[in-house]
C-alpha cells in the first residue's frame, strides 16, 4: 500500500480580525487545521513550516507528528521533503481553511497515483486550498505559495498530463472572510473560540 502524508503548510496567514492578536489568529487556524488532518484515515500527518519557525510548529503540532523545516515554504519543498522521508504520495493544505471538510482532503488525496498532481481550489480567490502529488513530484511544478497556484497554470504546465482537480472550498484571507464560517458545522474549535471574544 503506498504511503501517504498530508502536511499542514504553515505559511503566514492575512486576514486577522481588527480585535485579535495576529499571533493567536495564526495559532489558532493552525490548531484548527491539525486537528483536522489528525481525524483522517490511511495517512500519516505533518506539519512544514519556514526552517525559522520550528518553534512555531513545535507549539501547535500534535505529539508525534513530522515537522519538516522548509528553506522555501512552498508545496514544491514540502513534496520534496516528503518524497525524501519516503512517502508515495503527498498533499499539502492552507492554513486558512479551518473548516475544510475532512471528505475533501480524502478526495484530493484519492485523485493522485495514476496523475502527477491533484488541485483543490479556492473558491473566493484564485488560488487552491490544496494540492497533491505523486511523488516524486514533478520538474515542471513551480516554487510557488497556494495562493500563487492556479489548476489553469497546472494544466498548461504539465503538458498532456491528467491533473486531477476535486470541488473547491473557500481560504480566510481578510477579515470579512470570517463570514463564511458556518459555525453550526463541527471543526474550527479554535477559530470560533477566538471569534467569540
Same mark, same amino acid.
Given at each position: %500500500?503506498?504511503?501517504?502524508?498530508?502536511?499542514?503548510?504553515?505559511? !503566514?496567514?492575512?486576514?486577522? !480580525? $481588527?480585535?485579535?492578536?495576529?499571533?493567536?489568529?495564526?495559532?489558532?487556524?493552525?490548531?484548527?487545521?491539525?486537528?483536522?488532518?489528525?481525524? =483522517?484515515?490511511?495517512? *500519516?500527518?505533518?506539519?512544514?513550516?519556514?526552517?525559522?519557525?520550528? /518553534?512555531?510548529? $513545535?507549539?501547535?503540532? &500534535? !505529539?508525534?507528528?513530522?515537522?519538516?523545516?522548509?528553506?522555501? @515554504?512552498?508545496?514544491?519543498?514540502?513534496?520534496?521533503?516528503? &518524497?525524501?522521508?519516503?512517502?508515495?504520495?503527498?498533499?499539502?493544505? /492552507?492554513?486558512?481553511?479551518? *473548516? =475544510?471538510?475532512?471528505?475533501?482532503?480524502?478526495? @484530493? %488525496?484519492?485523485?493522485?497515483?495514476?496523475?502527477? =498532481?491533484?488541485?483543490?481550489?479556492?473558491?473566493?480567490?484564485?488560488?487552491?486550498?490544496?494540492?497533491?502529488?505523486?511523488?516524486?513530484?514533478?520538474?515542471? =511544478?513551480? $516554487?510557488?505559495? @497556494?495562493?500563487?497556484?492556479?489548476?489553469?497554470?497546472?494544466?498548461?504546465?504539465?503538458? &498532456?498530463?491528467?491533473?486531477?482537480?476535486?470541488?473547491?472550498?473557500?481560504?480566510?484571507?481578510?477579515?470579512?472572510?470570517?463570514?463564511?464560517? *458556518?459555525?453550526?458545522? *463541527?471543526? /474550527?474549535?479554535?477559530?470560533?473560540?477566538?471569534?467569540?471574544?
Amino acid at each position: %500500500m503506498p504511503r501517504r502524508v498530508v502536511i499542514a503548510l504553515l505559511e !503566514p496567514v492575512t486576514g486577522t !480580525p $481588527e480585535h485579535l492578536d495576529p499571533g493567536a489568529w495564526r495559532t489558532a487556524l493552525a490548531e484548527d487545521l491539525i486537528d483536522l488532518l489528525g481525524r =483522517l484515515n490511511e495517512v *500519516d500527518v505533518a506539519v512544514a513550516v519556514a526552517a525559522s519557525e520550528l /518553534a512555531f510548529a $513545535e507549539s501547535v503540532r &500534535s !505529539p508525534g507528528m513530522t515537522i519538516f523545516p522548509l528553506d522555501r @515554504l512552498c508545496a514544491r519543498s514540502a513534496f520534496a521533503a516528503a &518524497s525524501a522521508a519516503g512517502f508515495d504520495h503527498a498533499g499539502v493544505l /492552507a492554513p486558512d481553511a479551518p *473548516d =475544510l471538510p475532512g471528505l475533501l482532503v480524502g478526495k @484530493l %488525496m484519492r485523485a493522485v497515483g495514476r496523475r502527477p =498532481l491533484a488541485a483543490l481550489p479556492q473558491l473566493n480567490g484564485p488560488g487552491l486550498v490544496g494540492l497533491a502529488a505523486t511523488l516524486p513530484a514533478p520538474a515542471w =511544478l513551480p $516554487e510557488l505559495p @497556494l495562493s500563487d497556484l492556479r489548476v489553469t497554470g497546472l494544466r498548461a504546465g504539465s503538458g &498532456s498530463a491528467e491533473i486531477g482537480e476535486t470541488p473547491g472550498w473557500r481560504r480566510i484571507t481578510k477579515a470579512a472572510d470570517t463570514a463564511w464560517l *458556518d459555525l453550526r458545522l *463541527d471543526g /474550527a474549535e479554535s477559530v470560533q473560540a477566538l471569534l467569540a471574544q
